[in-house]
């Protein structure tokens, strides 16, 4: 039998900041050992997927770019294949507008020709910025996002994400976002199947959201496990839309999971 793939959210499950959540290395070298095909997946479109590899491998993790799936991917292969070469507004940060250029998009500031305003995590959101998204998106420019995370977990607490910026959006141009392509849309989960080799009812997804990482595991049909060191808590849980097949304390719990051939559940 085929050992089940995983996927991994990265922020709050495998390290926060730059810090590495302890034993995060010598789980993934079990599952590697183990014959488990892994892949890493974050909603954060700030790095580029080679930079997410070697920031693994320099915190002991040795990453290929093609074992990472970040959202900028996966809005840059949707936008490929329904808009190509349209000219676009990301309110973002340089490594999507990299991405997004790479792709043959045209990046835009003139509001009358702008077709789609792509809202992101972006540090640098300011009144300029809203105003073009605004204005483009009153003319009847398309509105994407790369992920709608509230926040983004750090050492030490967390920082406004994605879902600042689209609400900022939402709220100015009283339009409402089209389609977010980061987790949990089903468009990441059919790349990072794919990446795996593997069904999705032959996957598991482990992160630290509950509204992201777990919802998009079930909805797909995978098994998902939930690891207590990012954003969600267990006092949580009881309000959450859906529950995880198996709460965890953190990743190095997943190893208990694979006693047999397959992922086994909780009772």
Not at 80 to 89: Q, T
Not at 211 to 225: K, P, S, V, W, Y
Request: hydrophobic share 40%.
């Amino acid at each position: 039998m085929r050992r089940p793939g995983i996927i991994f959210d990265l922020d709050g499950t495998v390290y926060l900041g730059d810090r590495l959540i302890p034993g995060a290395r010598e789980t993934v070298q079990w599952l590697r050992q183990h014959d488990h095909p892994i892949v890493f997946v974050s909603n954060k479109p700030l790095q580029s997927r080679a930079d997410y590899a070697a920031k693994l491998t320099r915190l002991d993790i040795p990453t290929r770019p093609d074992e990472v799936i970040n959202s900028s991917l996966v809005l840059v292969r949707y936008m490929s294949r329904e808009m190509p070469g349209a000219a676009v507004y990301p309110v973002g940060e340089p490594p999507l507008l990299e991405e997004l250029t790479a792709a043959g998009f045209r990046i835009s500031e003139d509001r009358d020709e702008i077709e789609v305003v792509v809202a992101s995590f972006d540090r640098s959101f300011d009144y300029r910025k809203l105003d073009i998204a605004f204005q483009a998106l009153r003319r009847g420019a398309r509105f994407l996002a790369t992920n709608a995370d509230a926040t983004c977990p750090v050492e030490g607490g967390e920082i406004p994400d994605a879902g600042a910026v689209i609400g900022a959006l939402e709220g100015c141009s009283k339009r409402e976002v089209e389609l977010v392509v980061g987790k949990p849309s089903p468009l990441i989960v059919e790349v990072a199947i794919e990446q795996l080799g593997r069904r999705a009812d032959e996957c598991l997804m482990v992160g630290d959201r509950v509204e992201t990482d777990i919802l998009m595991g079930q909805r797909a049909g995978m098994t998902t496990a939930l690891v207590l060191t990012g954003v969600t808590r267990r006092e949580d849980l009881a309000g959450a839309p859906v529950r995880p097949d198996h709460v965890l304390g953190s990743i190095t719990e997943v190893p208990r999971l694979f006693s047999s051939e397959d992922v086994t559940r909780d009772p």
